[in-house]
Nanobody, 123 residues
Framework: QVQLVESGGGLVQPGGSLRLSCAAS????????MGWFRQAPGKEREFVAR????????MYADSVKGRFAISRDDAKNTVYLQTNNLRPEDTAVYYCAAATYLCSSNSRAYDTWGQGTQVTVSN
């Protein structure tokens, strides 16, 4: 089982940027497909981005396409989410997750979740 710890969240003004990191420990990180999800107050958790193991194929939610970028560094056991041109509606707790078998935008494919990091976009 892999353990995940997110970092990099914070308060940023609209139009600003943050780079979120998710450090993994435990089993071989490269064997997992990784995803980022977010949950705003009063809303359900939603898919943000995912990156597949081996191929590195990426996929984004329409709401973040062109503004966010997911990447991974298997040598550092870390997945990143670069968030640019942030908007108030991006405010949420951001979670990274690891999937053993599937590479998917569906949260049910993910076996392990981090504790989340808060991103607040406000003046």
């Amino acid at each position: 089982q892999v353990q995940l710890v997110e970092s990099g969240g914070g308060l940023v003004q609209p139009g600003g940027s943050l780079r979120l990191s998710c450090a993994a420990s435990g089993r071989t990180f490269s064997g997992y497909s990784m995803g980022w999800f977010r949950q705003a107050p009063g809303k359900e958790r939603e898919f943000v981005a995912r990156i597949c193991r081996t191929t590195g194929s990426t996929m984004y939610a329409d709401s973040v396409k062109g503004r966010f970028a997911i990447s991974r560094d298997d040598a550092k056991n870390t997945v990143y989410l670069q968030t640019n041109n942030l908007r108030p509606e991006d405010t949420a707790v951001y979670y990274c997750a690891a999937a053993t078998y599937l590479c998917s935008s569906n949260s049910r494919a993910y076996d392990t979740w981090g504790q989340g990091t808060q991103v607040t976009v406000s003046n």
